[in-house]
């Protein structure tokens, strides 16, 4: 007979495992519906092939502790947002039933969400990722987001970025994708639209801040 402890982590985890699945089943792997072009925010258009010339490197944080800077850690931490799951996290690995296509890359995604008491209110805000790349994995990244039908624009580094808002019918997460000539960061939010397309795309920029020297 399991124990009540027993029980409620079998609840936690059938839970984390739905909740997770909704934002990595909107994953590039995945094929989303192409929604309005986010480059219409703020993305500059540009040929996505092109190597950005490289003045910074990036350095792969060792667990999600370091995916992102204190100081959106600790905004995080004051909306009750915490680092629920992937290395570093509350739960570690142990909730997450399959690999990211960046984990599979070869890098680590990091979900944040609210934890609770009640285990049926556990929610993934964002999840976020990083993963370093040479030039022949960066070429396949390339090719499998273009593959997608995301927007594909530049940022104002150079590197090539693959968005959608997440507001058609069969997509409503708002997804985020900076290809740098070493690494690809992305974003997947909860939410979708504009407004939550905007705060991923300042969240990748914060991945970038925290990684790069």
Not at 123 to 134: G, H, K, T, Y
Not at 177 to 204: P, T
Request: net charge negative.
């Amino acid at each position: 007979m399991q124990s009540n402890s027993d029980l409620g982590f079998a609840k936690m985890v059938a839970t984390m495992a739905i909740v997770m699945l909704a934002l990595t089943g909107c994953s590039p792997s995945e094929g989303p519906t192409a929604g309005p072009n986010p480059t219409e925010t703020s993305q500059p258009t540009a040929e996505p092939t092109e190597t950005p010339v490289q003045t910074e490197f990036f350095s792969m944080p060792a667990d999600c502790t370091g995916i992102l800077p204190t100081t959106e850690l600790d905004a995080f931490a004051a909306d009750g947002i915490v680092l629920l799951a992937g290395p570093g996290g509350k739960y570690g690995n142990e909730l997450i039933t399959e690999p990211t296509p960046e984990m599979s890359a070869g890098g680590i995604s990091c979900y944040f969400g609210t934890d609770n008491e009640d285990l049926t209110l556990l929610r993934v805000a964002v999840l976020v990722s990083a993963v370093p790349l040479d030039a022949t994995s960066r070429s396949e990244v390339i090719a499998d987001l273009a593959a997608q039908g995301l927007a594909q624009a530049m940022d104002e580094r150079g590197a090539v970025t693959f968005g959608i808002l997440g507001v058609s019918e069969g997509q409503t997460t708002a997804n985020y994708n900076v290809i740098a000539s070493d690494s690809w960061i992305s974003v997947l939010s909860s939410d979708g639209g504009e407004a939550a397309f905007l705060a991923i795309m300042r969240l990748a920029n914060a991945v970038h801040s925290a990684n790069y020297n």
